[in-house]
C-alpha cells in the first residue's frame, strides 16, 4: 500500500511539474506528449531504484527506451504526408 501512495504523490508532483513545462511551450499540442508519460516514466524508475537498486533500474529503462523507439516507429508508419 506503501508503494501505490509513493507513486501517487511523486506521480502526481511530476506530473504537476510537465504541465507547467509544457504549459510554457508552443505549440500547445506538447500539452499531451509532456503531461502524463515522462512524470510516470520517472516515478516508476524512482521506485525501482528504491526497491532494487540501479542495476534493476537501468533494465527497466532500457525497455522504456525501446517502447518509446517502437512508438516512434509506429508514428512515422502511420504519419500522412
Known amino acids: ?6 507513486r501517487f504523490i511523486a506521480g502526481g508532483l ?8 509544457s504549459d510554457m511551450l508552443r505549440p500547445k499540442s506538447f500539452a499531451g506528449l509532456f503531461g502524463a508519460a515522462p512524470a510516470v516514466a520517472l ?29 516512434a516507429c509506429y508514428s512515422l508508419s502511420c504519419a500522412n504526408y
Do not use: K, N, P
Not at 1 to 6: G, N, R, S
Open 1 to 6: 500500500m506503501t508503494e501505490h501512495i509513493l
Open 14 to 21: 511530476i506530473v504537476s511539474a510537465f504541465a507547467i513545462l
Open 43 to 71: 516515478a516508476t524508475l524512482g521506485i525501482a531504484v528504491a526497491q532494487h537498486g540501479a542495476t534493476y533500474a537501468a533494465a527497466e529503462s532500457w525497455t522504456m527506451i525501446y517502447g518509446s523507439v517502437a512508438l
